[in-house]
């Protein structure tokens, strides 16, 4: 079983940079994939990007491709997603979630099995 805490998430301008970081305890070596998702109000689920823990290989959204950044520090079993420029069109619940089975899609939510309960980044123009 893993348990995932998330943390970082706050309010920040057009064009600001923000990171986020999410805590994983429990069986992690059991996680094959780990990613970040988001979802604002009223709509789905989507991928924002991910990483194959054993490689390091990461995937990213077309959309914030360039802009974010995800990283792991096996060391402190942390996960994270630097976010840069910034657009409020990236104003969303942000969650953690680890997959402790094969992943394909590597951005499909459905695919994983563990969450956090999320932090919340607004972008403000």
């Known amino acids: 079983q893993v348990q995932l805490v998330e943390s970082g998430g706050g309010s920040v301008q057009t064009g600001g940079s923000l990171r986020l970081s999410c805590s994983a305890s429990?069986?992690?070596?059991?996680?094959?994939?780990m990613g970040w998702f988001r979802q604002a109000p009223g709509k789905g689920r989507e991928g924002v990007a991910s990483?194959?823990?054993?490689?390091?290989?990461?995937y990213y959204a077309d959309s914030v491709k360039g802009r974010f950044t995800i990283s792991q520090d096996n060391a402190k079993n942390t996960l994270y997603l630097q976010m840069s420029s910034l657009k409020p069109e990236d104003t969303a619940m942000y969650y953690c979630?680890?997959?402790?089975?094969?992943?394909?899609?590597?951005?499909?939510?459905?695919?994983?099995?563990?969450w956090g309960q999320g932090t919340r980044v607004t972008v403000s123009s």
């Open positions: 429990g069986y992690t070596a059991s996680t094959y994939y």
């Open positions: 979630a680890a997959a402790s089975s094969p992943v394909w899609p590597p951005l499909d939510p459905s695919r994983y099995n563990y």
């Open positions: 990483i194959y823990t054993s490689t390091g290989a990461t």
